[in-house]
């Protein structure tokens, strides 16, 4: 089971975003988070930006403190948070979103795509207005 939840947020919309929705989400253990056990604990990092690509050097940075620490990144579950991975009040889904799942893939994270899901965004999912992902 996982002991460390990295959620991957948009750059962009960490400009609009403090990112305490998912934070949240997080700690109350609700919606992508539910699973978890009250010993996982919670990073936030933003993607570095269009195209992505920063993805690689901070899970690669991260690959590196894990194994300083005598941790496993077996024990890491990479979230894409819904600001990039879905349609939401801030933007459509990130047109990288497969190039950065397939860099965290490649270096060997589980990947979840969602995090926190507001109230107004489910009711326009279910409008058909916004897509799932």
């Given at each position: 089971?996982?002991?460390?939840v990295?959620?991957?947020?948009?750059?962009?919309?960490?400009?609009?975003?403090?990112?305490?929705?998912?934070?949240?989400?997080?700690?109350?253990?609700?919606?992508?988070?539910?699973?978890?056990?009250?010993?996982?604990?919670?990073?936030?990092?933003?993607?570095?930006?269009?195209?992505?690509?920063?993805?690689?050097?901070?899970?690669?940075?991260?690959?590196?403190?894990?194994?300083?620490?005598?941790?496993?990144?077996?024990?890491?579950?990479?979230?894409?948070?819904?600001?990039?991975?879905?349609?939401n009040?801030?933007?459509?889904?990130?047109?990288?979103?497969?190039?950065?799942?397939?860099?965290?893939?490649?270096?060997?994270?589980?990947?979840?795509?969602?995090?926190?899901?507001?109230?107004?965004?489910?009711?326009?999912?279910?409008?058909?207005?916004?897509?799932?992902f």
């Amino acid at each position: 089971m996982s002991k460390l939840v990295v959620v991957i947020q948009c750059h962009l919309v960490m400009n609009r975003c403090s990112g305490y929705p998912c934070m949240d989400a997080f700690y109350k253990r609700e919606g992508a988070f539910a699973s978890y056990e009250e010993d996982v604990r919670y990073m936030p990092v933003t993607c570095g930006g269009c195209c992505g690509a920063e993805v690689a050097a901070k899970l690669e940075n991260l690959t590196k403190h894990l194994k300083r620490r005598g941790e496993r990144k077996e024990d890491v579950v990479v979230h894409f948070a819904s600001c990039v991975c879905s349609d939401n009040s801030h933007r459509p889904p990130c047109p990288h979103l497969d190039y950065m799942r397939q860099i965290a893939e490649r270096k060997g994270y589980s990947v979840v795509l969602g995090s926190y899901i507001s109230n107004a965004a489910t009711k326009k999912r279910e409008a058909g207005i916004y897509k799932t992902f």
